[in-house]
T-cell receptor
């Protein structure tokens, strides 16, 4: 079985401070990992992915994530948070139980950046 | 650049009625996915098309749910005899075979069953 855990429902951070949104996973074989962001009344937007290669992945809007195989984690980070980063963030893995390359999502973390 | 579009954006229906949602993927994308998202949860995969072939439908929630992609372009998701538990956001996503697996999502159709 596979799973994705986002242990924090809510993360608050002051504008300008670094932010981290946590994600751990459990999947057989090599994981394909993704972060998406969801703004109100809008669809999910792709931020970044890890398939293979460098453990530090850089993505859109200044976000990055570090793949840690030993800790089975893929935490999302940004050096300096903006108020406009306030949104719902989802971690996902490629679903290995179907042949569809669909995504298996965590429950999401709501990020609030305080001015 | 036109992204994934979905229609309608909102649908209110009475229990027992049938509803149909449409998804238009990014034009060159041959893979299309349907997901359902309920409040406080991440999207949940429903079904998958590669071109016009529905290659995975085991995750459709019941036999009241069906999907089509007749010409390999747009897709429809139909829910028959709707129930209050069907109230959710229905998301469509598309991707290009051979790309690195990222999917591009539409804005979703919010269904409310009264």
């Amino acid at each position: 079985a596979q799973s994705v855990a986002q242990p924090e429902d809510q993360v608050n951070v002051a504008e300008g401070n670094p932010l981290t949104v946590k994600c751990t996973y459990s999947v057989s074989g090599n994981p394909y990992l993704f972060w998406y962001v969801q703004y109100p009344n809008r669809g999910l937007q792709f931020l970044l992915k890890y398939i293979t290669g460098d453990n530090l992945v850089k993505g859109s809007y200044g976000f990055e994530a570090e793949f840690n195989k030993s800790q089975t984690s893929f935490h999302l980070k940004k050096p300096s948070a903006l108020v406009s980063d306030s949104a719902l963030y989802f971690c996902a893995v490629r679903d290995i139980q179907t042949g569809a390359n669909n995504l298996f999502f965590g429950t999401g973390t709501r990020l609030t950046v305080i001015p | 650049d036109t992204g994934v579009s979905q229609d309608p954006r909102h649908k209110i229906t009475k229990r027992g009625q049938n509803v149909t949602f449409r998804c238009d993927p990014i034009s060159e994308h041959n893979r299309l996915y349907w997901y359902r998202q309920t409040l406080g949860q991440g999207p949940e995969f429903l079904t998958y098309f590669q071109n016009e072939a529905q290659l995975e439908k085991s995750r459709l929630l019941s036999d009241r749910f069906s999907a089509e992609r007749p010409k390999g372009s747009f897709s429809t998701l139909e829910i028959q005899r709707t129930e209050q538990g069907d109230s959710a956001m229905y998301l469509c996503a598309s991707s290009l075979q051979g790309s690195s697996y990222e999917q591009y999502f539409g804005p979703g159709t919010r269904l409310t069953v009264t």
